[in-house]
């Protein structure tokens, strides 16, 4: 598999009003035993989009055999019809289903213990130190605050301020 993740997205949904707060954790965690049964796990769930108009909801799946374009096609037919039963999604939403890729983003909190010592790409909500984008080496993540090396020296990153943590691939 290459640096580029499979997908498979598909437009469907006719469901009833979305609460945005724990939307990503309540999908998850509804769809999860589905995908694993279907011999992947899910890497992370993300929400792409406005609320009423081009939401997509974004599940990123993974195996230790890697994922192909049918194991996503496959997995979307599976999320897309629990998620139209369970109503937790309105519509109409674009449901993606992907492999994380080798750029992959940090969800939970044991992606970045496995991900100590690696580089990574930070996205900010706001500004840190006057910058928004910072590239560096995990060091530490804690509840609190992120710890990155880069070529300034060490950084404590709270981890209120972060919007997205990507591992970039070594080349």
Known sequence: MG?????????????????????????ESLVAPTVEALGCRIWGVELQG???NNLKVVVYIDSEDGISVDDCATVSEHVSDILDMEELVPSPYVLEVSS???DRILFKEQHFKESLGLNIDVRLNRPYEGRKK????????GDLELILRDKMGD?????????????????
């Open 3 to 27: 640096g580029k993740p499979f997908f498979y997205a598909k437009t469907e949904g006719i469901c009833g009003e979305f609460q945005l707060e724990h939307s990503t954790e309540n999908i």
């Open 50 to 52: 406005g609320f009423k």
């Open 100 to 102: 994380p890729g080798l």
């Open 134 to 141: 910072l590239t560096g080496v995990l060091l530490d993540y």
């Open 155 to 171: 950084r404590n990153i709270p981890v209120d301020a972060i919007r997205k943590v990507r591992l970039v691939p070594e080349i």
